[in-house]
């Protein structure tokens, strides 16, 4: 069992910066970051492996977000600068028990899901 629980999330002005925590208790292959926009199905945003420490981003914030994890915290961090108003959405922090690498950027491989983080970015 992997229990998830996000931080982080808020209101900024375009342009701005946040981060992003995740805090998991349980063992895991992989974390990743996804996002849900009003009205829009969720998507990727990165994901990062466990053993190997390796990165991925998808194209939706490529060049303005960072993962990354604090092993001795277990805890993945997700950094998110030049913010946009379309970037407004509700954040969510899942894990993989079975898959690494680009496969944890896709939803339907994450199996552990936290609750989420609204964050809010206005013009």
């Known amino acids: 069992q992997v229990q998830l629980a996000e931080s982080g999330g808020g209101s900024v002005q375009a342009g701005g910066s946040l981060r992003l925590s995740c805090v998991a208790t349980?063992?895991?292959?992989?974390m990743g970051w996804f996002r849900q926009l009003p009205g829009k199905e969720r998507e990727a945003v990165a994901s990062v492996s466990t053993w190997s420490g390796g990165t991925n981003y998808a194209d939706s914030m490529k060049g303005r977000a960072t993962i990354s994890r604090d092993k001795d915290k277990d805890t993945a961090y997700l950094q998110m600068n030049n913010l946009r108003p379309e970037d407004t959405a509700v954040y969510y922090c899942?894990?993989?028990?079975?898959?690494?690498?680009?496969?944890?950027?896709?939803?339907?491989?994450?199996?552990?899901w936290g609750k989420g983080t609204l964050v809010t970015i206005s013009s």
């Open positions: 899942a894990a993989s028990t079975n898959y690494a690498g680009l496969y944890c950027l896709t939803e339907q491989n994450m199996n552990y």
């Open positions: 349980g063992d895991y292959v992989c």
